[in-house]
């Protein structure tokens, strides 16, 4: 267990060294959020509707969108120079390798939420207060759910032509039970509401990861090897 | 027999199939109008049900053998479980598209809406939309072991997320109709409409049988086709 988590990890720190070598694409993706937030400040009418009102779905939606566009090149660069080849030569069991591919992808999307946190709070007037701990907590649990999914899309969706339109529409399905989950824990998490009131929610996310991953894990193997 | 022989076989089968079933929407019609009677709060705008239910079963069959079928698949790399996977998402489609237009034209008289994002709706919203990813996927990919596996991934995956988006959307409150053949309790319809109800839901059942029949030869005949173009 110890060397199949020591496994991933080695996987999962290539990428994330590649990536910090170059940044571009972690640097686009931050600005692209970004953009993304400032473009829906203008799609509100302000004075009829409160930021406060629309801030958990501005959130969410800006979290989703920037995490497809990091899925989207998460296997895009195995692809180059057959790179996947080489990592499927390597003795590493296909479960441990869709967890390090896994790994790296939620370093990245972490990141990039990270960062679009504090200006979502500065664009949008948000006062976390309290609440800091729990969004946290409700971003951790429903990245890791379409994360997950969205790693093994990313393998196949290479695969095909138009690799950049397949994996939406494979995925956002997907997307659409962590999202529920996360922007009504979101709203109740600003709004100040008891914890009692999330659990249903919450339980349906971790829920969701437990579910995902496994399966994810274990169907890994049926979209890399031939 | 060649391939081609046989596949003209299946092919002949599922149209027979599938004209058999014609007719029994056709009854189903006759049945609707003549023999049903007339819902007192809904008026004739009632009468879609036999056509939307039906429709609505057929699509969930369909995407629930796609999964199972998929994951079979996967387990014995059969290519004939990889076919019929295929015909039935594409029939399944079909069922979805006949459902998500009916419900509508009903909901519109009766709840004043054409769509609202009550917890079935948006269920049926989203089978549609992953039979389409689905389909997608496959159209996208050249290798046919490929497009096997991948879409088997997809198709065992969807049938997971579906009690997800159930649950999740199921917290916003319901405002379609609660079920009113397999609940608890005896079915509360008047027996005309229950039975007519019933010859729908069997003629939806064998039109989707002939469609994918149809569709399982047509992708034997395609494979022998390619096949032919790469001996040649």
Redesign the interface.
Same mark, same amino acid.
């Given at each position: 267990m110890i060397e199949w988590l020591r496994l991933a990890l080695t996987v999962a720190g290539k990428d994330v060294r590649a990536e910090l070598r170059s940044r571009t694409a972690l640097l686009s993706a931050v600005v692209f959020a970004a953009l993304v937030l400032v473009v829906f400040n203008f799609a509100r009418d302000p004075t009829a509707l409160a930021a406060v009102d629309l801030a958990p779905s501005v959130l969410w939606v800006t979290f989703a969108l920037a995490a497809m566009l990091a899925l989207n090149r998460a296997f895009t660069i195995e692809k180059e120079n057959a790179a996947l080849d080489g990592l499927l030569l390597a003795p590493i069991p296909r479960e441990a390798l869709f967890l390090g591919k896994l790994l790296a992808n939620l370093a990245f999307v972490g990141t990039v939420e990270a960062v679009t946190l504090p200006l979502f709070v500065l664009f949008f007037n948000v006062d976390l207060g309290a609440a800091l701990p729990g969004i946290i907590g409700v971003t951790a649990l429903a990245t890791i759910g379409f994360v997950t999914?969205g790693t =093994?899309?990313s393998a196949?969706a290479v %695969?095909? %032509?138009?690799a950049e339109l397949?994996l939406p +529409?494979?995925l956002?399905?997907?997307m659409?039970?962590p999202l =529920? $989950?996360a922007v009504?824990v979101t709203a109740r998490l600003l709004a100040g509401r008891p914890l009692s009131e999330m659990m $249903?929610?919450l339980r349906?996310l971790a829920?969701?990861d437990v579910?995902?991953v496994i399966?994810?894990s274990l169907?890994f193997t049926? +979209?890399v090897d031939? | 027999m060649t391939a081609s022989g046989s596949a003209r076989a299946v092919v002949r089968r599922g149209t027979a199939i599938t004209a058999i079933a014609l007719l029994g929407i056709a009854a189903v019609y006759v049945l609707a109008f003549d023999y049903t009677p007339i819902e007192a709060r809904q008026g004739m705008a009632q009468k879609i049900f036999y056509v939307h239910v039906p429709a609505a079963w057929s699509a969930l069959l369909a995407f629930s053998l796609v999964g199972i079928v998929s994951a079979l698949y996967l387990w014995l790399k059969d290519p004939r479980l990889d076919r019929f996977a295929a015909a039935s998402a594409e029939v399944g489609l079909a069922f979805s598209a006949v459902m998500l237009t009916t419900g509508p034209i009903w909901a519109k008289p009766i709840w004043g809406t054409w769509w609202t994002w009550d917890a079935r709706l948006t269920l049926t919203l989203f089978l549609f939309f992953l039979f389409i990813g689905y389909l997608a996927l496959r159209a996208a990919l050249q290798d046919p072991a490929e497009r096997a596996r991948f879409s088997a991934v997809v198709g065992i995956l969807g049938l997971l997320l579906v009690p997800f988006i159930h649950l999740s959307v199921y917290l916003f409150r319901t405002l379609h109709p609660q079920p009113i053949v397999l609940k608890p309790s005896a079915p509360s319809l008047p027996p005309e409409m229950l039975r007519t109800l019933l010859v729908s839901g069997s003629a939806f059942l064998l039109l989707y049988l002939g469609l994918v029949t149809i569709r399982y030869g047509l992708a034997v005949a395609e494979e022998a086709a390619e096949g032919r173009a790469d001996a040649t």
């Amino acid at each position: 267990m110890i060397e199949w988590l020591r496994l991933a990890l080695t996987v999962a720190g290539k990428d994330v060294r590649a990536e910090l070598r170059s940044r571009t694409a972690l640097l686009s993706a931050v600005v692209f959020a970004a953009l993304v937030l400032v473009v829906f400040n203008f799609a509100r009418d302000p004075t009829a509707l409160a930021a406060v009102d629309l801030a958990p779905s501005v959130l969410w939606v800006t979290f989703a969108l920037a995490a497809m566009l990091a899925l989207n090149r998460a296997f895009t660069i195995e692809k180059e120079n057959a790179a996947l080849d080489g990592l499927l030569l390597a003795p590493i069991p296909r479960e441990a390798l869709f967890l390090g591919k896994l790994l790296a992808n939620l370093a990245f999307v972490g990141t990039v939420e990270a960062v679009t946190l504090p200006l979502f709070v500065l664009f949008f007037n948000v006062d976390l207060g309290a609440a800091l701990p729990g969004i946290i907590g409700v971003t951790a649990l429903a990245t890791i759910g379409f994360v997950t999914v969205g790693t =093994i899309f990313s393998a196949m969706a290479v %695969r095909t %032509r138009f690799a950049e339109l397949m994996l939406p +529409v494979l995925l956002l399905p997907f997307m659409v039970p962590p999202l =529920i $989950g996360a922007v009504q824990v979101t709203a109740r998490l600003l709004a100040g509401r008891p914890l009692s009131e999330m659990m $249903g929610w919450l339980r349906l996310l971790a829920l969701y990861d437990v579910v995902f991953v496994i399966l994810c894990s274990l169907a890994f193997t049926a +979209v890399v090897d031939e | 027999m060649t391939a081609s022989g046989s596949a003209r076989a299946v092919v002949r089968r599922g149209t027979a199939i599938t004209a058999i079933a014609l007719l029994g929407i056709a009854a189903v019609y006759v049945l609707a109008f003549d023999y049903t009677p007339i819902e007192a709060r809904q008026g004739m705008a009632q009468k879609i049900f036999y056509v939307h239910v039906p429709a609505a079963w057929s699509a969930l069959l369909a995407f629930s053998l796609v999964g199972i079928v998929s994951a079979l698949y996967l387990w014995l790399k059969d290519p004939r479980l990889d076919r019929f996977a295929a015909a039935s998402a594409e029939v399944g489609l079909a069922f979805s598209a006949v459902m998500l237009t009916t419900g509508p034209i009903w909901a519109k008289p009766i709840w004043g809406t054409w769509w609202t994002w009550d917890a079935r709706l948006t269920l049926t919203l989203f089978l549609f939309f992953l039979f389409i990813g689905y389909l997608a996927l496959r159209a996208a990919l050249q290798d046919p072991a490929e497009r096997a596996r991948f879409s088997a991934v997809v198709g065992i995956l969807g049938l997971l997320l579906v009690p997800f988006i159930h649950l999740s959307v199921y917290l916003f409150r319901t405002l379609h109709p609660q079920p009113i053949v397999l609940k608890p309790s005896a079915p509360s319809l008047p027996p005309e409409m229950l039975r007519t109800l019933l010859v729908s839901g069997s003629a939806f059942l064998l039109l989707y049988l002939g469609l994918v029949t149809i569709r399982y030869g047509l992708a034997v005949a395609e494979e022998a086709a390619e096949g032919r173009a790469d001996a040649t």
